[in-house]
């Protein structure tokens, strides 16, 4: 196969990071915070001292912290801890038969699966305390796994999350699977100082903590030195110890455990600057309705970044207690802390009757949603409802959740009545319009604009920068502005789109970024430079090439416990033609998850690398079983078969594709290629052409195609033309 039909199989290997998402000071001031205490020598396990040795002068915080829900994130199961009822219990919830009941003073479940197995557990953990209590067991290699049914504790009974499935054992969701594995999922957030301890190439854990719970070092770090300080009695302005005062500082704080994030580093670091060791989830479809408003969990950072009340430096703790969690105030008194009740605590502002929970703030603003089966969580990106855009893209509205037999245009048009016909500008729009696809000049130069007003939320301009395609010089030129912007996360999403640029394009925007004073950034600039000949390179270029992508491979380690984190551990070395490994760990990441699609296609392309066309064959073929309505493993198999020289093999592949999906522009391509280059017949390769260019008529491949096509026909004028206009771009 020639090397200009292989150029879009390639193509489909990403390195994009997914997120599989859960969560100031500068980054360089770790060392000024935690500066060294001569005189005493450490005593304790990297500097964590426990909690009863911070009671003694913090009493009333430490009074605060006992019975919260971080005191009691994780406990040993006993008879205080344990809220379920375990007295000879059965139940059968989907499918699933539980009997609870306890022998020589442990919990025990016994489980008879869906498939008839039959499996006797202890339980060893309880997790969390209201309104759902959930309960590890121990399993083999170092994993403790949480299981499916768990406890209502304020209905008093017993339920499945995700209820109405029946999981199969061998699905990731399976509790005894991925999805549910402590060490990888849920242990970080709900221990203090905890050390993952996970080995790759044996896919076991030594997980170990230093406090089982939500402890104060969790947020203040190591008290070790804060101890010998405050023994000490000196005048020294350090105390060693992190207070979280500013929102910066306060948000690398909480942040860490209250996102959806991606790790960057191996273990989790008190007080470190976010970005230097976690990257925030984006808007993404998968997690948040088009506009932002949550949809699956996102632990509030993701929502609050998107805030007015972020914007204008409102931390955690103006309205939440840090020790005990409980909100400042449960009416609008917490709100009227900084809005004027004048104006806000009025029927002429909400235009509901007073005292009821119509009223109420939060009703309008913080609309929420259960998450785990009972658990309600509100939204933090604090929105005023707008019924007019869930007209238009179905997006959900405050007054429709509670006037459930009205329409959207009913809200829409009160509103209008209420407060006119102009809305705010909301980066909402921008959000919606960049995920709708097929955008005209207009929107397309609107939302270049976006990407650099610095008026809008960082993450949502982030987020538009990764929804869009990037293809000529002027979507570049705003795309280079963006690499300047003060944020982290804007700097990294715009590193990832010029991917497609050549390689010396790629070196020469990526070397600017090797050094950047935050991790992320510097991740970025290392995929951008993945595969890259580096031998023109000075040596301090080479240096810091050689440290960016070591923090990349930290990173990739860090999350290779993740079926989605082994893929992209798979993708690096794909993208580095090291082709047996990347093998390896794609099987690993189909043993954890088979139902990870974007792996087959990557493994196919790894095996047709090194010639191994029968096991490529396998895995498209399996692809296609478990996705008989995809054309895309037709797509790779067509290209398969070109590989192996069976183009009427590829043809049929290709037409198949795009019978499942007319729309499909690569099938296109490469058969007007295949018309083209190899069957000399022009007509059909120009009908497939435009057909392509009618769906992409930006796509310069294709535009490029057609110019050798109408050279071949003779018709020089039309392809200089296209020429040209390429040319200009």
Sequence with gaps: MNLFLLKPFLKS???????????????????NIYSEVKQSPNKFVDGYVGDKNCVSCHKNEFDLWKGSHHELAMQIANDSTVLGNFNDINVKIDGVQYFFFKKNQEFKVRIIEIDDSETEYKISYTFGLTPLQQYLVDFDKGRKQVLRVTWDTVKNKWYHQYPGDEISTHDWLHWSRSAQNWNTMCAECHSTNLKKNYFVEKDSFHTTYSSINVSCESCHGPAE???????????????????????????????????????????LEPGIEFENQLMVQNISSNYYHGDGQIDEEDYVYGSFLQSKMHAHGVKCTDCHNPHSLKLKFEDN?????????????????????????ASQCINCHMTGKNYMGSDFRRDHSFRIPRPDQSEKYDTPNACNQCHENKTNKWAADNIKRWYGGDRQEHFSDALLLSASGNLNQKDRKMLDKFIVDLRFPEIARATVIENLDYTNNDQFGSLLLVLNDSSAMIRYNALLKFRNLSPQDRMSI??????????????????????????????LNRNNLA??????????????DFSTGRMQLGDYYLQNRDYNTAIKHYKVALKKDSLLIP?????????????????ANKILNTWISLEPESSRPHYLKALLSFEMKENDTAVEELKIALQINPQDTRSMYNLSTFYFQDKKDLNLAEKYIKKALKIEASNQDYQYLLALIYRD????????SIINSLQSN
């Design 13 to 31: 290997v990403n390195l994009l990071l997914s997120i599989f998402i859960i969560a100031s000071c500068n980054s360089n001031s770790k060392e």
């Design 225 to 267: 030195r804060h101890i010998n300080w405050a023994n000490k009695k000196s005048d020294d302005k350090n105390s060693y110890i992190l207070k979280g005062i500013g929102q910066n500082e306060q948000m690398n704080l909480c942040a860490p455990c209250h996102a959806r994030r991606v790790k960057l580093t191996k273990d």
């Design 333 to 357: 008194n917490l709100c009227l802390q900084c809005h004027v009740p004048e104006k806000y605590e009025s029927q002429n502002h909400h235009f509901h009757q007073m005292d009821t929970e």
């Design 510 to 539: 990526a070397m600017k970024h090797m050094d950047d004073s935050i991790k992320l950034v510097r991740i970025g600039a290392a995929q951008l430079a993945i595969g890259i000949d580096e031998s023109s390179l000075s040596e």
């Design 547 to 560: 440290i960016s992508r070591s923090e990349l491979e930290s990173m990739l380690y860090s999350n290779a």
């Design 599 to 615: 792996v087959y296609s990557n493994l196919a392309t790894s095996y047709s690398l090194i010639q191994d066309f029968e096991n």
């Design 713 to 720: 026909q003779g018709n020089l004028k039309a392809s200089q």
